[in-house]
């Protein structure tokens, strides 16, 4: 690189990409049910890059590199797995002719086969977005197997924009990766950053010659604790750039959202790196010594919020920027993170209050808060008027009503120690056996059944008014009827409704409670075509109503066998919602907490005996700095028990975590107190059952044995087989038989024939226990 090209002033770090109309979701639904073929796909992907481009530039990102290159077909993660080659042996080749790992290959990584299990799945640092894992082993070849992203750069280029190329960077890469199962024990994946470094340096010099400006290497692994040694990650940060700076290339830009960088700044600074991202929302403007380490490069400051949707405070922003500027700084203003994360546009939810509007910003807001502070950087007097409207919205929200609700504030005021204890486990155990008298490593299910097409039609029509309320209520119980038929035919000891009435587990809930607003566009990805809508939680929350309760009532009336009652927990409405920036996360925790405790009773009162309070998010919320995880564990924890501690000693409280690798707060899941804990288990073959039995786990425990992430359907063997391992580590009595997590994504065929599968495995086992027990 001869000359370092200027740093655009305004950028983001990242965009939506599923479509303002999800129309990337819908585009890669119908490829893959074969009813569009690959160019028709190809077609919409460039649709939706031409859209994001000249919006972005519409909105005022229009300098060379301002709009960043971040579509993805998937997930950005996969996106580096398949430009690397990085493919397990267990799917053989998946090269094409060409060598390349072409979209179905790609896809085949994401979705697996019918023989071939596909990546794991875990959640993206503390957000609900869900990358592939890879899985590196000493074997894995890397080489240089697709070039997407070149030929994406390429076509927006081809249409008058410049963009800014994205990679998740080598470090990051490797430290998200886990070893490969053929890897030996003890491998890690950071040991062979030698080995692709040069398919980095390789891609970016295609990008340089297909004329990038500048590449944004995204580094945010190095704002978490990791348990590699801290001087282990500054040596593989310092020798990456060094290799990554070296030849022909863009000009680089590490971003490195989700926090401060703390020791890692230093080592970012010595290399050649020549721009720097810092987090200045959620970490901190650096000290005035760090800062000044910095000097020759750009430095590129997150102080607008990428991961929630709140209007940004601008004079506080501004106010940061100058601490910036004050170090004599090139400075150029961005986003904390990308904003994947949020909606695309506020604009769109014209059933929105105005005033509840007033206090948003979704990305295309965001984009148009940092151009106003790229111009306050300029010019301090041009940013005036905003600043200034800014100021005076944000202080809007504190006296508009509903915000805060007296009543709820005494009743939480008012809480006492009691309030977060049941009785001894062993009281509540005996209870339970008498009241429930199940078999065995009872079989369950998580809660959701299939969301066929009928159920969401039924509730478009009901949205929209072409079907009653009360015409929609008797197709739920319809469906209910049916799932609660199924799970009796099929066997299981411990039954649930199917959760059809739920459009999500955390939006139904937002839905029915006072102090969330809903979205009708807001679509944020999940994982792959999966997407959530986001709730608002902007006021004090409380339950006017019942919410759950007829429903669950009718369930019961349909069978013997028990009934699970499903409410999600407070931690998780939290951590999927968006939620208020103007009091502590617990305090509101405690407050949505309340109101699950009321609606445990409504459920006890209508004869329901097992209620699961699912709280799959409790992971995601961890801090990533070790310093800061004990007060979040406690107000966490605590808002659990809070909305449990009220079930008397024969209710049996169940919950359920998903979507992450729960060794690490083992503690806190134990802390949770409740009486069966059911677990994902099965991809990631039983691992969690080590730490349960190193734990000493002493209450009733369900590893999942069905990955429902994929409609692969286990054989019974495989269940078998997983049970085995199961119960050499959980004592019989404890262990639970049920599946990973919820079903609702997976169609009916193949969830029926796996769960007959899982009940058949349990049957056997039960067996193989008494034969083994007799002898
Ligand atoms: C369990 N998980 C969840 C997470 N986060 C949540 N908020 N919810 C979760 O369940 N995080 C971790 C995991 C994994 N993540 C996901 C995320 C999303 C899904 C999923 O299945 N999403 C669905 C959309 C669900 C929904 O909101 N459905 C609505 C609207 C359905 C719809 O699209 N309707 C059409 C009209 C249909 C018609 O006319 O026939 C429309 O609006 O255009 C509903 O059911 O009413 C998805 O499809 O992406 C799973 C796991
Ligand atoms: N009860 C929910 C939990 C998902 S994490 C379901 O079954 O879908
Ligand atoms: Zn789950």
């Known amino acids: 690189m001869s000359t370092t090209p200027v740093f655009p002033t305004a950028s983001l770090l990242g965009y939506p990409r599923i479509g303002r109309r999800r129309e990337l979701k819908k585009a890669i639904e119908a490829f893959w049910s074969g009813s569009i073929d690959e160019a028709a796909l190809d077609t919409a992907a460039k649709e939706i890059q031409l859209v994001t481009a000249r919006r972005l530039s519409d909105l005022g990102l229009n300098e060379d590199a301002a709009i960043p290159g971040t579509f993805s077909y998937y997930d950005q993660v996969l996106d580096v797995s398949t430009h690397i080659g990085a493919v397990p042996s267990r799917f053989g080749d998946l090269r094409n002719a060409a060598g390349e790992l072409d979209i179905n290959a790609y896809f085949t990584l994401a979705r697996g086969t019918a023989e071939v299990q596909p990546l794991e799945m875990t959640k993206w640092f503390d957000t609900n977005y869900h990358f592939l894992v890879p899985e590196i082993g000493p074997e894995t070849n890397f080489s240089l197997t697709s070039k997407r992203i070149v030929e994406q750069f390429e076509f927006a280029k081809a249409n008058g924009f410049v963009t800014r190329p994205y990679l998740v960077g080598p470090v990051t890469y490797l430290l998200l990766s886990k070893a490969s199962l053929d890897a030996p024990a003890g491998f890690s994946p950071l040991s062979r950053l030698e080995d692709i470094l040069p398919v980095y340096a390789e891609l970016l010099a295609a990008l340089a010659a297909a004329g990038a400006t500048w590449v944004q290497l995204d580094e945010p692994a190095l704002v978490a604790d990791q348990q590699v040694d801290v001087a282990v990650i500054q040596n593989a940060v310092a020798r990456s750039y060094e290799v990554l700076t070296a030849g022909k290339r863009p000009a680089i830009l590490v971003s490195t959202p989700f926090g401060a960088l703390n020791e890692l700044l230093p080592t970012l600074a010595a290399s050649s790196i020549d721009a720097l991202h810092v987090d200045a929302f959620k970490g901190a403007v650096p000290s005035a010594d760090e800062l000044a380490l910095l000097a020759g490069k750009t430095v590129v400051a997150g102080v607008v919020d990428g991961h929630n949707i709140w209007r940004n405070d601008l004079a506080a922003s501004a106010a940061r920027l100058d601490a910036f500027k004050a170090a004599g700084l090139s400075v150029a203003v961005s986003t904390s993170t990308s904003t994947q994360h949020v909606p695309y546009d506020v604009e769109q939810e014209s059933q929105l209050s105005p005033q509840l509007r007033s206090w948003l910003a979704f990305a295309d807001q965001k984009a148009a808060e940092v151009v106003t502070l790229a111009a306050y950087l300029a010019d301090p007097a041009s940013a005036a008027h905003a600043i200034a409207e800014a100021t005076a919205v944000i202080a809007s929200r504190a006296a508009a009503p509903g915000v805060n609700r007296p009543a709820v504030r005494a009743r939480l005021a008012a809480l006492t120690t009691a309030d977060f204890n049941r009785s001894a486990y062993e009281v509540r155990e005996a209870a339970q056996e008498e009241a429930l008298a199940l078999p065995p490593l009872p079989t369950t299910t998580i809660g959701s059944f299939p969301q066929t097409s009928e159920i969401r039609s039924a509730r478009a029509r009901a949205n929209k008014g072409t079907i009653t309320g009360a015409e929609y209520g008797q197709l739920m119980k319809a469906e209910i009827k049916r799932v609660v038929d199924l799970q009796e035919d099929i ?4 039954l649930v409704h199917g959760e059809p009435e739920r459009n999500d587990m955390v939006q139904y809930f937002a839905e029915n409670l006072e102090g969330f607003s809903v979205t009708v566009h807001g679509w944020v990805q999940s994982y792959g075509s999966r997407c959530t809508r986001p709730s608002i939680l902007w006021g004090d929350v409380t339950r006017e109503a019942p919410i759950t309760v007829e429903w669950a009532r009718y369930a019961q009336s349909l069978t013997d066998k028990p009934m699970k009652g499903m409410l999600t927990g ?88 998903c979507y992450s690798e729960f060794g690490v707060i083992i503690d806190a899941i134990d802390g949770l107190d409740a009486d069966v804990t059911s677990i994902e288990a099965a991809r990631s073959r039983m691992e969690v059952v080590n730490d349960l039995e190193t734990h000493g786990f002493g209450r009733g425990v369900g590893p999942g044995v069905y990955d429902i992430h994929s409609p692969r359907v286990p054989g019974q063997g495989e269940v078998t087989e997983l049970l085995g391992t199961a119960v050499k580590h959980v004592p019989v009595r404890q262990l639970w038989v049920n599946p990973d997590c919820g079903l609702k994504t997976r169609g009916y065929a193949e969830t029926e024939k796996s769960l007959r599968n899982l009940v058949n495995a349990t049957k056997e086992v039960r067996a193989q226990l008494l034969t083994s027990s007799v002898d």
Request: overall charge negative; charged content about 20%; proline content about 4%.
């Open 570 to 657: 407070p931690v998780t409405i939290l951590a999927w919602s968006f939620v208020r920036d103007d009091q502590p996360l617990g305090e509101t925790a405690n407050q949505v907490g309340l109101a699950l405790r009321d609606e445990i009773a409504d459920l006890e009162a209508a004869g329901i005996k097992i209620i699961q309070v699912d709280e799959p998010a409790l992971r995601e919320l961890l801090p990533l700095r070790h310093a800061d995880q004990a007060s979040y564990l406690d107000w966490s924890v605590n808002s659990f028990r809070l909305a449990t501690a009220g079930a008397g000693d024969a209710t049996s409280i169940h919950t359920h975590l």
């Open 491 to 494: 066997g299981f000891d411990v």
